[in-house]
């Protein structure tokens, strides 16, 4: 199967946001906390969320999934992470936390190569140690257990996402206090703390850390997830390629400063108003460098469109990751359309190109949105390999296309 697109349509009319991928996994991930109901509304059906839902109900939960909202009762009855639900998604390294928190052991297999570069889980071993785990390697799993579990001290040589949510859900069942100092201070995580206090956790933001009070016995949840940052940020960069007078709605702006701000320096033409933000269209496009960086940076998952939307600008721009630097995998994909682009030390060069449709294999998530927005403005017909990536966080991105004027289809 294909992904075929027709590029340059002009796109135009209403698209609306979806629930928040990276906020959806740890919340569904913090039902392991415990044993009573907890309900989630606005989830959205991707495939990343329904590969959380299975190791959930491997681990021994009852989950049902309908219209956008997520039941799950039940405890735990296993305490393993298997290989091959963990290779179709590595933050399901999350479990960790809260299975080894709550049962005092789990089995995880160690999630393996990633092509947006080296993706190791160093902190939230280091971490889950420094609680008083033991931690063995065999047959490529990681087994951690610990007798007795201890809040302590934790400091973060680097803010990562996914070690900061590791590291409150299992401080949010053990007894005392854990201080988690440098966090990562992503949307994602004040969802997650928003979620635990409901549960029951006392939780303090201090200055560059979080001081987490934990407990046994937690409380379930009702818990609506907010707009998805970067499908938002994703139909942003879409609109000012390619569309006029396009209105995204449930557009999270709060969060996407440094959007909105190098949209300006662009020169993209755009209002915001309550909750929703009007692409008018653009006249001449400035280049505009970015460079990714921790929230409240420019986001390293809008970084490959970033690249795609400066093939329309003036000039040269210079677009670095300093979360992921060797995120550039997508890089000889856009090449094979047309786009002038070279990789650099730490990042990459992009000049004004005309992009043409051409055969191209997704690489990975974000990569594949890069692509999919390079063939709306292409000249003739793009086949997109492997597009079953871009559908790990997009919902309906095929239908939400078509809605606004896209020629796109499967074969
Ligand atoms: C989360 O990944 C997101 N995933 C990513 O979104 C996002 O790109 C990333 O945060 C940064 O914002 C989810 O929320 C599910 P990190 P995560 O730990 O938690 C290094 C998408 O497309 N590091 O903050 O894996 C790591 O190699 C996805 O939706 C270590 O060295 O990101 C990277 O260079 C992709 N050791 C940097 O930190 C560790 O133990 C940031 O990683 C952990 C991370």
Known sequence: MYLVVEGRKKLKGKIEISGSKNGALPVLIAS?????????????????VKTTI??????????EFKDGNVLIKGGIKRAFAPYDIVKKMRASILVAGPVLGRKKK??????????????????????FKKLGAKVEIRGGDIILSAKNLKGTKIL??????????NLLLISSSIEGET??????NEPEISILIEVLKMMGVKIEKGVSCLKIKGRKNLKGF????????IEAGTYFIISALAGENILIKNFPALHLDSLIEKMKEAGVDFSI????????????????????????????DLQPLWTVFMTKAAGKSIIIDNVFPTRFSYIDELRRMGAEVVLKSSGCEVKKSNLVGARVRVP??????????????????????????????????????????ARIWIE
Do not use: M, W
Request: hydrophobic fraction near 35%; glycine fraction near 10%.
């Open 54 to 63: 299975e190791l959930l109900q491997f681990l021994g939960k009852n989950v």
């Open 273 to 300: 108003s309550e909750e929703n933000l009007r692409v008018n269209g653009r006249k001449k496009l400035k280049s505009v460098d970015i460079e990714a960086n921790p929230y409240p940076g420019f986001p390293t």
């Open 222 to 229: 009702k818990y609506k997830l907010p707009p998805d940052r």
């Open 364 to 405: 990975d998530l974000r990569a594949g949105a890069a692509l999919l927005s390079a063939a709306l403005i292409a000249k003739g017909r793009t086949i997109l390999e492997d597009f079953y990536h871009i559908e790990r966080g997009y919902e309906n991105f095929i239908e939400k296309l078509k809605g606004i004027g």
């Open 106 to 127: 789990i089995k995880v297999s160690i999630p393996g190569g990633c092509l947006i570069g080296p993706r190791p889980i160093n902190y939230h071993i280091e971490g």
């Open 179 to 184: 201080v988690i100092e440098n966090p990562a």
């Open 156 to 165: 973060l040589e680097y803010p990562s996402v996914g070690a900061t949510e």
């Open 32 to 48: 392991l906390l415990t044993d009573k109901e907890c309900f989630i509304e606005n989830v959205p059906d991707i495939l990343d």
